[in-house]
């Protein structure tokens, strides 16, 4: 594989990073650049049809608007709660759990969104999360950082386990050589070796993500600036980390894919809500925001909400959370009764758009069973739970409106963008698409490190992708492939197979998209750099330790475990200095 191609494979992933994150340019101009030089290098130098060039756009196009319906779905929720007024109930019902922001961004991002993103995925729990914390009183920048930040460890497993029943069973299923490597076992037999490898490196690794979560926290968004702030709740943050985990660990080998997110959040739940009332291992000092009137103009959204007045109606906290509760309900009805789904998503109930100016792209809409028409549906609800009239309801529309269509450019841009990278294959087939050449030549220089850099390649499929699932359809079978050409085992191929899905999940909390649809339903638009150099440090954590940990199960060694140990008391140690340049580099 030529070098050159290799580095002109990197330019589109070059162009958003420089853009949008060094030069701090909006995600709609860096991902028109992007665009634009993905086209011309598919077109030019690899040599890809006119015709799937634009049949990846159109499909990028229509996927960007199913997303934009997702955000609306959200931004109406939301603008429908403070228009009526259950808002003031949400927050106080929270604040009566415990005031201090870093126990309730635990609850509510890490337990609630997981439970979110197990029922739903597809960028569901920023949707409803932040505005969620938003309305708690969160500034909006720590509302999309917290979102993006916890769509790492419950992913592999979210929307029912359709990153592992379709993105890597696509990977291993009706490939002959794979069939025959892994007999006597079925793909399913061996895809159910891979999930409990997943949940194992996930587990490992992601029960520190609460606390992760409380130090960027109070380094980003306190008074005092400091990350250790945010480890003052280290009891709570790893009680709650272990709450999800270890139920999570022990259902994805009960019962497979599917339930391990979503049961690991309720069993979390259940333990942590109780706990935080009753005050145990809740930190002695209470954490809060600065006063919101000295908030850096950088963290605030357009989007406010609305405060406490004479004239607020009163609500109990269990009808004010209803919508939530309705939410999650739905979504669960909808992904796991057979005849719901099949009704959601059958042919009657989905728009297709076939082999796209006669190439083997084809698109679809599904609209129905969209979280963002459930969003909907519950927000015409509220207005018979808190006995709205229409036109509070009517001024909830308008303004949500108006914020979707300010989210709708860098969106329109930056999913054909990714389309077109994934689709970039030379019409003879003498090249591979973009990312493959990029997994590939990674694959050549790493060798029998190759374990160390699986979960890379899995993230950068989700950065480019927006998805964990496309990740793991993209390079699961070449992950599959190059553990058996470094001479690795059946056993040991399929931890490097959980390394490009765990990868894969860790990759979601700096996609464009995701980080684009979860400033939108703040109201924060252009300053998405921003985020993503602020998520980039969980990131890059996940994936080192994730690595190790591959290396360990697969070596055997004391040594990787000793690795893992020390990389994590490393991460924490740096992270801990408040004068860190990563941090600086971060909050600038």
């Not at 006597?184 to 992760?212: D, K, R, S, W």
């Not at 083997?360 to 069973?369: E, G, M, P, R």
């Not at 190059?482 to 990868?503: C, E, F, K, M, N």
């Amino acid at each position: 594989m030529s070098s050159l191609y290799m580095l002109l494979a990197l330019a589109p992933i070059a162009v958003v990073f420089l853009l949008m994150v060094v030069l701090e340019r909006s995600a709609k101009f860096s991902m028109g650049v992007a665009y634009v030089v993905t086209a011309l290098l598919a077109l030019f130098v690899w040599n890809a049809q006119g015709a799937v060039i634009a049949a990846a756009t159109v499909h990028g196009l229509i996927t960007a608007i199913t997303l934009l319906f997702i955000v609306f779905g959200a931004i109406l929720l939301l603008n429908t709660l403070k228009e009526s007024g259950a808002l003031q109930a949400i927050r106080q019902g929270f604040t009566d759990v415990s005031p201090d922001r870093r126990i309730q961004v635990i609850i509510v991002a890490w337990l609630f969104g997981s439970l979110i993103e197990g029922s739903s995925g597809f960028g569901t729990p920023s949707a409803v999360g932040a505005p969620l914390l938003l309305a708690l009183g969160f500034p909006a920048m720590a509302a999309v950082m917290s979102v993006l930040i916890i769509q790492s460890t419950p992913v592999s497993f979210g929307a029912v386990g359709t990153p592992m029943l379709v993105g890597v069973r696509s990977g291993i299923d009706n490939k002959a050589d794979v069939a025959s490597l892994i007999a006597p076992n079925t793909p399913m037999e061996y895809l159910q070796q891979i999930v409990e490898n997943v949940a194992f490196i996930h587990a490992l690794t992601g029960f520190v993500i609460p606390l992760i979560l409380c130090g960027l926290l109070t380094r980003f968004f306190g008074q005092k600036q400091s990350f250790r702030e945010g480890l003052g709740a280290w009891k709570f943050a790893l009680f709650a980390g272990i709450a999800f985990t270890l139920p999570y660990y022990i259902i994805a080998n009960l019962l497979g894919p599917e339930f391990p997110s979503m049961l690991g959040a309720l069993i979390g739940l259940a333990i942590v809500v109780p706990a935080a009332k009753k005050g145990f291992l809740i930190p002695k000092t209470t954490f809060d925001f600065p006063p919101r009137d000295s908030w850096e103009e950088k963290w605030l959204g357009t989007l406010r909400t609305v405060e406490d007045g004479p004239n607020a109606k009163k609500f109990s906290v269990l009808r004010a959370f209803s919508p939530y509760v309705l939410v999650v309900a739905f979504l669960i009805i909808t992904r796991t009764i057979p005849a719901v789904k099949s009704a959601l998503t059958g042919p009657d109930a989905t728009i297709t758009f076939a082999n796209l100016f006669g190439t083997k792209i084809s698109s679809s809409a599904q609209f129905l069973f969209s979280p963002g028409f459930i969003l909907i549906v519950v927000s015409l609800l509220c207005i018979a739970i808190f006995k709205m009239n229409m036109q509070q309801f009517g001024r909830g529309i308008k303004n949500s409106g108006i914020t979707m269509l300010d989210a709708a450019p860098a969106l329109l841009l930056a999913v054909p963008m990714v389309q077109v990278f994934i689709n970039s294959a030379a019409a003879d087939g003498s090249l591979n698409s973009m990312p493959l050449v990029l997994a590939q030549g990674a694959a050549g220089l790493a060798g029998h490190s190759w374990p160390n850099v699986a979960p890379w390649v899995g993230s950068l499929g989700a950065f480019i992708a927006g998805s964990n699932t496309v990740s793991n359809m993209m390079f699961s079978y070449f992950q599959f492939s190059t553990a058996q050409h470094i001479g690795l085992g059946i056993d040991a191929s399929a931890i490097v197979v959980a390394l490009q899905a765990v990868g894969g999940a860790a990759g979601n909390m700096i996609c464009v998209h995701n980080v684009v649809a979860a400033g939108a339903v703040v109201g924060m638009m252009n300053r998405e750099g921003e985020i993503v150099r602020k998520t980039l440090i969980p990131m890059a954590y996940y994936c080192i330790q994730a690595g190790l940990i591959g290396q360990a199960l697969i070596t055997g060694s004391i040594g990787w475990w000793i690795a893992a140990l020390v990389w994590l008391v490393v991460f924490f140690g740096i992270l801990s200095n408040s004068k860190g340049k990563a941090l600086k580099v971060a909050n600038a």
